[in-house]
């Protein structure tokens, strides 16, 4: 068992990293402050797995706990979703009590702390990730929120969960293209925080990919323990928080134009990496040696092939107006200067962009 802190005072929370943890009772009594109701948010999928394991030990400990599950994917991330939950959470009559608990990927785990952020204006919610990419990304910061028709998490809060459960157990029972996504968002903490994380990774991947526990739980700590940091020194994305979002502009606009159905998150990810290690070249930031290297270890990930047809330049262009960097109609990207090294630049020439776009698209 590890444990991370999320060092933000009286919102301060541990990462738990381990195996496990869903039914041991004993780590619930023990490390999980909760209350007389939970309301346990799930996807079609996670649900037949692990819902019933984690309603058993919480109904033991004696805490009122009911279900409410969602369909799988991004079309799910909607403030109709929302509206689900929260008829449920007024039909059951939950009051301030009540914990809130996301059993699922990203999309559970954000949908799940907007509805803990907007019920009676912001009740207690616990993330329980059962995917690599939601372990070791989205369960921890507190960005809460859903999709708008014209971007990506357009409508949301910053709301901090009470704990974050990394049950690495879960992750056995991922597909294969699963694993890919969540190593993507890996590969981004040695990009832009963690030149030795990097090369550990490209030491590492086969047995990352094929689910080597001891492997995924060092990857999973460390990458944890970077976004910490990051989201300690910047928790509601005023600064150095946006380098987090390295290959994300690039992604959120690929699944954007393709109304998320094409790409999963990660796969959005690792692309739009690419494109931003090229960008960096062509901006005058990264030796084209690092951006071979980034390039290299992607292409070991089975992903690139899987680059949507058919978008062109000036789509693309209009969707990163919608992106949350954008500044008075200024595009801002996340580039690298070397491994382990990552900035937001304001000051991207459109024709070296276009000319990005064009290699790819």
């Known amino acids: 068992m590890m444990h991370v802190r999320v060092p933000l005072g009286e919102r301060a929370y541990n990462i738990h990293i381990g195996s496990s943890f869903i039914e041991d009772a004993a780590f619930w009594r023990s490390s999980m402050r909760l209350g007389a109701a ?18 058993e030990v919480l109904s033991a400990l004696g805490v009122r706990t009911t279900m409410h599950e969602v369909a799988v994917g991004e079309q799910s991330k909607t403030l109709a979703s929302l509206a689900a939950i929260t008829d449920q959470l ?18 559970v785990g954000d949908l799940t702390g907007f509805a803990a952020a907007t019920w009676l204006r912001g009740v207690r919610y616990l993330q329980v990730p059962t995917t690599l990419l939601a372990q070791v990304d989205s369960s921890v910061g507190g960005k809460t929120g859903v999709n708008h028709p014209l971007g990506k998490n357009l409508i949301g809060a910053f709301h901090q969960p009470s704990g974050v459960i990394a049950d690495l157990d879960t992750l056995s029972t991922l597909p294969k293209r699963e694993m890919v996504a969540g190593l993507a968002e890996v590969i981004k903490y040695g990009v832009i925080r963690d030149a ?24 999973v700590a460390r990458a944890c323990e970077i976004k910490a940091e990051v989201v300690a020194a910047d928790e509601r994305e005023s600064g150095v928080r946006e380098i987090l979002n390295f290959g994300h502009t690039f992604a959120h606009a690929l699944e954007t134009l393709t109304d998320y159905a094409e790409l999963n998150h990660g796969e959005a ?93």
């Open 38 to 55: 939970a309301l346990v948010v799930t996807d079609r999928n996670v649900g037949p797995l692990y819902a019933d394991r984690l309603r």
């Open 90 to 107: 007024a039909e059951e009559r939950h009051d301030r009590t009540t914990t809130l608990i996301a059993l699922g990927g990203g999309v």
């Open 196 to 219: 030795e994380f990097f090369a550990f990774i490209e030491q590492q991947l086969d047995a990352l990919l094929a689910g080597d526990p001891e492997h995924l739980g060092r990857a």
């Open 269 to 361: 990810v690792a692309i739009g990496m690419v494109m931003a290690a090229e960008l960096s070249v062509a901006e005058g930031y990264l030796a084209p040696s690092a951006r071979d290297r980034i390039v290299r270890l992607i292409q070991r990930l089975p992903v690139l092939e899987r680059l949507p047809t058919g978008l062109g330049v000036d789509a693309m262009i209009e969707a990163f107006q919608s992106d949350k960097k954008t500044r008075a109609g200024r595009l801002r990207f996340v580039l690298t200067r070397g491994l382990g090294h990552a900035e937001t630049s304001e000051n991207v020439s459109e024709e070296r962009l276009t000319k990005v776009l064009e290699q790819f698209l």
